[in-house]
């Protein structure tokens, strides 16, 4: 970028546009330099060729806004954004931009269906694809929508063609996790519907990146049985849309559990015809070029607490987060690149050195093998088996040498596998078998995972580090590598450093290069007494951190909090060659930041995707904010039906040619 004084600020407005998107891409900096190398108002061309040195882009950093407080309320009962971006390139000079949130839709609205007519953002739909009807209020019945966007993947498909774009096609998938309350307000709705996932047409303006909605279609998943509490969610480096399904229901409790009763009646019409072992496994959506897509679900990489899945570049190693107590370090590898079909199974132990503290060595990990099985034939098993021809649960001491005690699921067992149900056993009752052949099932809520490819690095979320995590609780489990002194409740990131030429611990190579080799903690949060808005974690650190997600052009960590210990809970950025922790934005208070994704090049544009959950679901540490808040968030979001789906975007603040 060449400091000339004749550049025209107003011809890089026209080149970005009004609003323009985070123009990291290859075309958006492409943009940027043409916009900032020369030239007159008028934009005469010139006729001699640049003798400067090609300018590229160096790095990018962010500047941190402020929590909201009470003195500005209506920050606090919204999504908030007061931060910036800045671009720096390679010859010093920068362009700064403010960021800002565009929603595109709240749930609850009608949106276009891409043909001609209106559907209903976030609406639940039986086995038989019929909307599934709120009735507990009388003269007011409507169609459940849900109040808790969450995974969200945006992606491109090749020769997609819609009608109503008029720049490129963009899509983006969105599920949703599951609505909090049913109109009354006093019935309880979490678990109890089948959790939709729509494909989402966008219209990317080629100028200036804005996206606008203009198709929401609804997947048909009545092919995988419908889906479970469908949380955080990636995309595969094929392009496919990775779910999930989180906290797996209990086989062994499901016939009289209220809430998957009510899952079975509401998605088939009885409470009876669920199968609890069709659920809690990886849903995979696949994009048509028209705006629709298919899904299957794949039965093979463990039935557990599926809440982020993170691909290695290798197109075979799946890095899984287990959001359960007692849960573990799950990884996948494929037999084959692309395809998740087939493959084996391994789940961690760790060594000695656990810690909290980001100054300790990294604990060594060593991987146990669960089996080898393809999805079509755990499908078949899930079918054809009930949970008493897999193990013997007790739940008590039996006196019987037979039976091994176990930590699994929060609570203490003692198990026995079925003579020959080694591998039912591995993949359908992933947690108690992985317990039972000694691996490190210790940790609490372990929430999203990502990569950072260049220093092959995994991250992972520790939501919380409580219980079953910390010395002589009844859910530790002594000697299995997982010990903390206390609970640190406001959460960790962990990293998590990845190798090749690794053997299982039964002296079997593992065909991958990116197995996990050690873990250690990144980011740490921290437990105070409540302040005066009545935060009981740090509002200035990271608290009970949730989704991740990694930007290799940025070099930048991204975490949404999933937090009962901040007033409001917030997305981060954190640099990790600078150490820079910087807060994004802010949900409105009693919601979760929720789907995140950050993607470097769309088309020559970078996004960063964000949603919020359950506006308003209170807590104790909203005392003191609730009575003026709820009345601000109702009006904001239907009540507090409503939640929001959409991304940060940036406008230029600050134009800089001064070398820095």
């Keep these: 970028m060449n400091p000339n004084p004749d550049v025209s600020r107003r011809r890089l407005l026209r080149l970005m546009g009004a609003t323009p998107m985070l123009p990291l891409g290859a075309g958006g900096v492409a943009a940027l330099l043409a916009g900032c190398g020369g030239g007159s108002d008028n934009d005469t061309p010139t006729t001699t060729a640049p003798t400067t040195p090609a300018v590229t882009l160096a790095s990018v950093s ?33 362009l700064d931009f403010k960021l800002s949130y565009q929603p595109f839709f709240i749930t609850g609205d009608m949106v276009p269906n891409g043909n001609g007519g209106t559907i209903l953002a976030g609406g639940y739909y039986d086995i038989n694809n019929k909307a599934i009807v709120d009735t507990t209020v009388a003269g007011k019945e409507r ?13 491109t498909v090749p020769n997609a063609n819609v009608a109503g774009v008029k720049g490129n096609t963009v899509f983006a998938v969105v599920q949703f996790e599951y609505t909090t309350w ?51 969610a990636s995309l595969s480096p094929w392009g496919t849309h ?21 899952f079975s009646k509401n998605l088939y019409g009885d409470e009876t015809t669920a199968n609890p072992y069709n659920y809690g496994h990886l849903p995979e959506v696949t994009v048509n070029t028209d705006g629709t897509a298919s899904i299957k679900k794949h039965y093979c990489l463990g039935r557990i607490s599926h809440e982020l899945v993170q691909v ?30 087939a493959g084996t199974l391994y789940v961690a132990k760790v060594g000695t050195g656990f810690s909290l503290d980001p100054a300790a060595a990294a604990a060594p990990l060593t991987w146990i093998k669960l089996g080898a099985a393809t999805s079509a034939e755990i499908r078949s098993l899930a079918a054809s088996l009930k949970p008493a021809d897999i193990m013997d649960v007790k739940t008590a001491d039996p006196a019987d040498a037979t039976y091994t005690k176990v930590t699994a699921n929060g609570r203490v067992e003692w198990l026995k596998v079925k003579a020959g149900m080694e591998k039912a056993a591995a993949f359908l009752e992933t947690h108690r078998y992985a317990a039972l052949v000694g691996a490190s099932m210790g940790f609490t809520k372990m929430e999203g995972t990502t990569v950072n490819i260049k220093d092959k690095i995994a991250y992972s979320a520790l939501q919380n580090c409580q219980s079953s995590m910390v010395a ?37 190579a593992i065909d991958s290069e990116w197995m996990p080799a050690d873990t250690k903690a990144l980011l740490v949060g921290e437990d105070i007494a409540a302040d005066a808005l009545g935060n009981t974690a740090n509002p200035d650190k990271v608290g009970n951190p949730d989704n991740l997600k990694f930007s290799e052009k940025m070099r930048t960590l991204f975490i949404g909090e999933d937090s009962s210990q901040h007033v409001n809970n917030f997305l981060w950025a954190y640099n990790v060659d600078t150490k820079q922790l910087a807060r994004l934005l802010s949900v409105p208070a009693g919601g979760e930041s929720t789907g995140l994704h950050a993607v470097d090049d769309v088309n020559g544009w970078t996004y960063i995707m964000s949603n919020f959950q359950h506006p308003g679901d209170w807590g104790g540490i909203h005392a003191g904010v609730k009575g003026t808040l709820e009345p601000l968030i109702k009006a ?23 070398k820095a």
């Design 472 to 508: 002589g609780h009844a859910l530790n489990v002594p000697g299995n590598g997982i010990s903390i002194p206390k609970a640190l409740n406001a959460g960790a990131v962990m990293m998590l450093n990845l190798k090749g030429g690794q053997k299982d611990t039964a002296g079997s």
């Design 312 to 341: 290695m570049p290798d197109n075979r190693t799946v890095i899984m987060g287990d959001d359960a107590t007692n849960s573990g370090y799950f990884v996948f590898v494929a037999d084959k690149e692309k395809d998740l079909s």
């Design 62 to 94: 962010f500047g941190s806004m402020t929590a909201p407080t009470l003195a500005a309320a209506a920050a606090m009962a919204t999504t908030s954004v007061g931060s910036t971006m800045t671009v720096n390139f390679s010859d010093s000079s920068k």
């Design 182 to 232: 049913a109109q009354d307000g006093k019935t309880d709705m979490y678990g109890r519907l089948p959790s939709p996932i729509a494909v989402l047409t966008l219209d990317q303006d080629k100028t200036t990146g804005k996206l606008t909605l203009v198709k929401y279609h609804n997947v048909d998943t009545s092919s995988v049985n419908g889906l479970w509490i469908t949380c955080g």
């Design 636 to 658: 904001n979001y239907k009540d507090k039906f409503g939640a929001a789906v959409g991304y940060l975007t940036g406008e230029l603040a600050q134009f800089k040619l001064a």
């Design 242 to 262: 990775l779910s999930s399904e989180e906290y797996e229901p209990n086989a062994y409790l499901a016939a009289s559990d209220a809430q998957f009763k009510a």
């Design 143 to 155: 169609q459940f929508f849900s109040d808790s966007p969450d995974g969200t993947s945006l992606l």
